[in-house]
Structures are given as C-alpha cells and as structure tokens.
C-alpha cells in the first residue's frame, strides 16, 4: 500500500476549508487583475529578531587550538552561543519585484514584553506613522499588500 511507519516531522498538516479557498481564488483574481493594469505592487510585513541570534555556520581559524592559544594570541573563540533571551527587535519593511524600498527598514522598537507574540507590541501609531512615511517612496497607483494582523 505503500505506507512506512516512521517518525511524525515537524511539519503540520495543511489543512483547507472552503473559506480559505475563495480568499485565495479572490486574491489571485485582484493580483492579475493588478498586474494586467501594471500597477505596482509592494508587499509589507513584520517580524521580530533576537538580539543575541548568531549564525549556525561561521568561519573559524583552524590555528587556535584553545581559548588560552587565542588568549595569549589576542584572539577570540569566537561569538557564544545565543541565549533566546534578551532583547528583542520588531521590524518592518516593503518591498517590490524591484526589491526593498529604499530608507523604509523600520526597526519599530525594542520589544518591552517577552511574549512568544510580538503582535502585542505592534501598535496601530507606529505602524501608521511608518506608513506615512514610506508612501512618498513608492511608485503612483500602487497595490500594497499585507497581512491580516490587527494592531491596536
């Protein structure tokens, strides 16, 4: 039959209802509608960073054998592992197929709470004043495109 007992992955099951469905149809419908009319088209989203992320992969000198070879040598062992506490950053930007617009990065603010949801802190100011902001950037008759997060 063709089944294989395995370990469950992390993934999750995609799961469709006919709700979900018409939004998709509806937006493919307005996007080419968009994109017959050659209008524009930014795509906006949100995301937040730990502070303290490293990289996985990093480039290491094989010639330093201990943290005391890189001492004496007036050397590091390299940056420590990240923690996944402190602080963390909200950030925000628009981008196109001619890529991000320039000088509209908002690295929103230091997050106060720490909730696993930085929606929270993504208040409807913020956003709306950065949004004034980068309009004047961006081509006339443009779409813009986002979630559908609320911010308070």
């Known amino acids: 039959m063709g089944f294989k007992f395995t370990k469950r992955e992390c993934n999750s099951a995609l799961i469709e209802n006919d709700e979900i469905r018409a939004w998709r149809r509806e937006y493919i419908r307005d996007i080419r509608k ?6 524009p088209i930014y795509y906006i989203d949100e995301m937040w960073v730990n502070a303290g992320d490293v990289a996985i ?4 000198d094989t010639t330093v054998e201990s943290s005391q070879a890189a001492f004496s040598q007036g050397l590091s062992t390299g940056a420590a592992n990240p923690t996944r506490k402190g602080k963390r950053l909200i950030v925000c930007h628009i981008g196109s197929e001619d890529g991000f617009v320039p000088d509209s990065l908002l690295l929103c603010f230091e997050s106060k709470k720490n909730t696993n949801d930085y ?3 993504m208040n409807g100011d913020s956003f709306r004043d950065w949004l004034e902001g980068v309009l004047p950037r961006i081509k006339e008759n443009a779409v813009l495109i986002m979630d559908r997060h609320t911010t308070r």
Do not use: F, L, Q, S
Request: neutral net charge; without cysteine.
């Open 34 to 39: 968009y994109r017959e009319e050659g209008r």
């Open 119 to 121: 929606h929270d802190e």
């Open 57 to 60: 992969r990093v480039w290491r």
